[in-house]
């Protein structure tokens, strides 16, 4: 059983942000970037916790499409062309709920390979 209901999901007007309220009254602004490098599909998360990617150049990433799967998820689509993913409500929940964590884990490991958020021309 879902412990997280959305109440409304909405994409900001410049596709950098998706807002998500949930039934018990939290809410959350997730930058588009975080929803990105921490896609649920395969090609970002691999099979396993070791297979992990850390995906490079996204902070400027933009949503284009916000789609949804059945009444448990939706799809994100972003301007990379990244769309396979799908966004349960819990995992969205868990994102607002440790945005900040995640943010710094992830620039910690781009420093760590020596990457950069920003897309490299």
Same mark, same amino acid.
């Given at each position: ?9 909405? @994409?900001?007007?410049?596709?950098? $942000? ?8 939290? =809410?959350? $602004? @997730? ?7 921490? =896609? ?9 916790? =070791?297979?992990? $990617?850390?995906?490079? /150049? ?11 799967? /059945? ?38 490991? @781009?420093?760590?390979?020596?990457? =950069? ?5």
């Amino acid at each position: 059983m879902m412990s997280s209901w959305p109440t409304e999901i909405r @994409l900001s007007k410049d596709r950098r $942000t998706l807002h998500v309220a949930f039934d018990d009254g939290a =809410s959350f $602004t @997730l930058p588009a970037e975080l929803l990105r490098v921490e =896609s649920p599909s395969a090609e970002v998360q691999g099979h396993h916790p =070791s297979q992990k $990617t850390i995906v490079a /150049g996204k902070a400027a990433v933009e949503i284009l499409r916000v789609e949804p799967v /059945g009444n448990y998820a939706v799809r994100l689509g972003f301007d990379d062309m990244h769309e396979t993913g799908i966004y349960a409500w819990d995992y969205l929940r868990e994102l607002g709920e440790q945005a900040d964590e995640k943010m710094k884990a992830y620039e910690a490991a @781009l420093a760590e390979k020596g990457l =950069s958020r920003e897309r490299q021309r």
